[in-house]
């Protein structure tokens, strides 16, 4: 069938059966999957089909705006890319595509440290803001050194993963038989090679701490933003015996899988959580 833009891809829902058909099952299979038996990606998608919108009428909308102040940035609207690794194994040019049309929708891109592109290509390309995700790894230094080029390289935010402590049960891409190609160049990614990130085993990966938080904090005066914090408890600082410099009230907490946890409802509703913290859901 051809990829005709106009008549094949009306919502995002049409993007999944041309990907199954266009891509290697195995990387079709990486992206597609969800871990162990997926019962938190059946209840994310559950939890967002349960959305109702209530329309409101008789309002003057002539004017609409949907803009927004996020970390000290004007955005056109509130979506944002989140970072999905190793984009070059879906399209040649990978992540500096994704960055270009993220740049045409007035959408935030998140590179990943999984990354197969250069930032620099990727601010080049987009007229929005583009932000940097650091996966910590087992060289504290080099994530310093990381965190510290890409502000100087033009990244607007620094978000930090602090909810995967090993890599995902992801038995589909397992079954698929997915590898990463060893001739995909990940720049960013000291660790890949180590071992710390092999999928399908029971490995732990570096994670980091409050005092690492901190000591990234004080590298950097870019939004610092926390991608996976799912419990009210996990948000405060101030429980914590770690000063955090005075401009970590950017400080951002992100779910990433909400539904598996009873306390914390998806989408996440701002109840229990510490006051000034901007929130936000990464999808399902
Ligand atoms: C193929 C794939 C790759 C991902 N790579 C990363 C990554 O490198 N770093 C990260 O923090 N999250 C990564 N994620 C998680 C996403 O950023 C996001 O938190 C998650 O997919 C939930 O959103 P969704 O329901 O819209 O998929 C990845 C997810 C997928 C499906």
Redesign the pocket.
Known sequence: MPLDIETRFLCLADFEPAARELLPHAVYE???AGAGEEIT?RD?EAAFDRIRLRPRVLRDVTRLDTGITLFRQSLQHPLIL?????QRLVHPEGEVAAARGAGAAEAVF?L???ATAAIEDCVAVSQSPVWF?L?WQSDRGFNGELVSRMAALGAKAI?V?VD?PTPGDRRRQFRAGFKIPDSLATPYFKDRNTGVLKVGTAQRRAMPTWADIAWLRSLTTLPLIL??ILDPDDASWRSEPVPMPSSSRTTVR?T??PCRRPSTPCPPSRSGWPDGFPSSS???
């Open positions: 990486f992206i597609a990606k994310n989140a970072p999905i690794a190793y998140t990943g440290t999984t995700l996966y978000s993963t995967m991608k996976g992100v990433s899988t990464t999808a399902g």
